[in-house]
């Protein structure tokens, strides 16, 4: 099967971008042609071969021709026995989502057998161009592509046609890991990614001055001079071996030994109002057989469905460091590896096949 992708790739650090990765590989190894028409980043090269899967990149994000640049390629390079597009509202321009992703589907649409959009958040508003920009994607779409039922209930809220609507859930990733260099003293409690509010830094820090030992690593970068001030603040306060700040976007390899390397990885997340979406995060974590602590949050209900023993309450720090004190039961953890290995991105690749099937 001949498939294509449109999306970020690495080494943009963009979360689509590493869902882009991980599917594209897994769609690979199953003996499937894969090409990726991918955001052009910095020095990356415009076209090479990444295990297996030929990389195109070819259009700039921001830019006002995103869409043309997509299409010129896709016209280019199809046709696709199926071709997967990934619709999500940080990837497009500043005003996301709007006619030119609408403009995109169709002028693709018979360059591919199976032409689908996957929307990574469902972003739920009630303004009637919103509504009907949805209403085309699901029209022009064969399969509309979510992660969970929670975004099709949300989906629902904005068009009444769901007949096209396919769930399959994010894809887990085993990470191999690389040497890291960090002092540390256990407890290790982890919190990786853009470091901004929503993500829990403020809990985290929170957390490690509640507790008397351990250390806190915090890898990627704050989001704004306020958060640095917040860091720097917590770790004179502690001194020496308490916080770590590695501030840069890690490797996979670098990533996979500091999940294994933490006692806990910390995800105190809070939602924007009416996003619905699911942590990659949380997949990369129990993938590598981490250990996450996580906020009864919509972006980690499957945590909560899995594993309800390892969550808490909102902003809810006490909660958070009595589990971290308590300890959490191995077999606990067992149910959230096992959903990591039916997750696993062979058995999502598996399921993208069926959708030709069907």
């Not at 975004?151 to 904005?158: D, F, G, H, V």
């Not at 085993?174 to 809990?203: C, I, M, N, Q, W």
């Not at 030992?213 to 071996?241: C, F, M, Q, S």
């Amino acid at each position: 099967m001949r498939i294509g992708i449109v999306s970020s790739f690495p080494p943009m650090p963009c979360g689509i971008g590493e869902y882009a990765f991980s599917l594209s590989k897994a769609l690979s190894e199953r003996g499937h042609e894969v090409v990726v028409i991918a955001t052009k980043w910095d020095n990356a090269p415009e076209e090479e071969v990444v295990d297996g899967v030929k990389v195109i990149r070819s259009w700039v994000r921001g830019s006002q021709r995103y869409h043309h640049q997509i299409a010129e390629s896709v016209e280019e390079l199809g046709p696709f026995d199926y071709l997967e597009i990934q619709l999500e509202y940080g990837l497009w321009p500043t005003i996301p989502l709007d006619s030119r992703a609408s403009w995109l589907l169709r002028y693709v649409r018979p360059f591919a057998d199976v032409l689908v959009s996957t929307i990574h958040t469902v972003r739920v508003r009630y303004n009637e161009h919103w509504i009907l920009l949805h209403k085309e994607i699901a029209e022009i779409s064969d399969v509309i592509l979510l992660h969970h039922a929670i975004q099709e209930i949300a989906l629902s809220k904005m068009i009444d046609n769901l007949e096209k609507t396919v769930i399959i859930p994010h894809g887990s990733e085993t990470l191999t890991a690389s040497r890291v260099e960090v002092e540390f003293h256990r407890p290790v409690l982890l919190l990786y990614g853009l470091l901004r509010r929503d993500k829990g830094l403020e809990e985290a820090l929170t957390l490690i001055k509640k507790i008397r030992e351990g250390t806190l690593i915090l890898a990627g970068k704050p989001l704004t001079e306020r958060d640095y001030e917040a860091i720097n603040e917590v770790k004179r306060k502690l001194g020496k071996g308490r916080v770590v700040l590695i501030e840069r976007y890690l490797s996979r390899g670098e990533l996979g030994a500091l999940i294994r390397l933490a006692d806990y990885v910390l995800m105190p997340y809070r939602d924007y109002p009416n996003d619905y979406g699911i942590s990659g995060a949380l997949h990369t974590v129990i993938g590598s057989e981490g250990k996450p602590i996580c906020s009864r949050v919509q972006r980690l209900i499957e945590c909560w469905e899995v594993a309800k023993e390892v969550t808490f309450p909102v902003g809810n720090v006490e909660k958070m460091k009595t589990l971290i004190e308590k300890g959490v039961q191995e077999d606990v953890w067992g149910k959230l590896w096992r959903y990591a290995q039916e997750t696993s991105w062979s058995n999502v690749a598996l399921l993208r096949e069926k959708l030709l099937v069907s």
